[in-house]
């Protein structure tokens, strides 16, 4: 199944379950339940040894209901729509917008399937399959659920086919910046499986595709040009600009030659001018430095020095 967790990706991927593989697979689920029953029977045949037979005949109904109704409901709603018979076939349960069933839905499947499988035996699942245009019963109905096949036979990775000769190069000026790889995505997987789309599910799939790309390229699609056509064109005009920018200026790709860089001629550089010389000043003739006299401290006076004052006699 497709990565994407989105309707889109559900009907892109898968296709509505017939009543063949839905019916294999109900066999294999009811094998599986029937073994499991005979299994907590004996069980509890052995646990309610004891009871009266009222009791037991309660328990045995009881655990009848548990395992033929409860356990497919538990099954379906844990494991999102596979349960073993399912996962043998390929078949998923999702409801009609593409997205994973909750248990209200296993519930409503599992409680119109006791009525529609076990009461009537397969009776009334089976016209209303035939009848259905998907293929739905009426516990489908109901719940607003759909079997789809998980695995479609065929190669996984198939090429996109290639745009129709006139529209080889008509969108070379569109700006694809703005488009996001989901929608690549998505785009690629409706222009690989369109074939195996019902025939008005695919064209209102490949409209809406195109709308999405014109409103993030900004520029109109031609007019007349389907939109098959038109998502062709433009995943092959993005198919060749990564090619151009992978192998710029070489070979293409699987040829064996190698590609070349083209050489880019460098700008002229400009010369070097050097600086005016400046004239040179003459050196002053250094003048020569003076011997430094050493100073001579003073002599000592001979006698007491002549202040001027007379002592008392």
Not at 31 to 37: N, Q
Not at 149 to 178: C, I, K, Q, T, Y
Not at 281 to 299: D, F, G, I, L, T
């Amino acid at each position: 199944m497709s990565g994407l967790v989105t309707g889109d990706a559900v009907v892109l991927g898968l296709r509505p379950a017939r009543l063949p593989s839905r019916a294999l697979a109900a066999l294999l689920d009811l094998a599986v339940y029937f073994t499991a029953y005979v299994l907590v029977f004996f069980v509890l045949l052995l646990a309610t040894a004891g009871l009266d037979e009222a009791a037991q005949a309660a328990v045995a109904v009881a655990s009848l209901l548990l395992v033929l109704v409860g356990v497919p409901i538990a099954v379906e709603t844990l494991s999102h729509g596979r349960s073993l018979g399912k996962l043998a076939c390929g078949l998923r349960v999702v409801r009609e917008d593409g997205g994973p069933i909750r248990f209200r839905h296993a519930l409503v499947r599992g409680a119109m399937g006791a009525v529609e499988l076990l009461l009537t035996f397969g009776a009334v699942a089976c016209v209303a399959s035939l009848v259905s245009e998907r293929g739905r019963r009426v516990g489908d109905v109901f719940a607003g659920t759909l079997v789809v096949r998980e695995r479609v036979p065929g190669a996984r990775v198939m090429p996109v086919p290639p745009p129709p000769p006139w529209l080889a190069g008509r969108f070379s000026g569109l700006d694809l910046s703005a488009v996001p790889d989901g929608l690549w995505l998505a785009i690629r997987q409706y222009l690989t499986r369109m074939g195996q789309l019902d025939p008005q599910t695919g064209a209102a799939m490949g409209a809406r595709l195109a709308d999405e790309v014109v409103a993030r390229t900004g520029a109109p699609a031609p007019a007349g040009v389907p939109a098959a056509a038109f998502l062709m064109a433009v995943v092959h005009e993005r198919q060749s600009r990564d090619a151009a920018r992978a192998f710029a200026g070489g070979a293409a790709p699987g040829s064996g030659a190698v590609p070349t860089v083209p050489m880019v001629p460098s700008a002229p550089v400009p010369p070097v001018v050097a600086p005016a010389a400046q004239p040179v000043q003459p050196v002053q003739p250094v003048q020569p430095v003076q011997p430094v006299r050493p100073v001579q401290p003073p002599a000592p006076e001979a006698g007491p020095r002549a202040t001027g004052f007379a002592p008392p006699a």
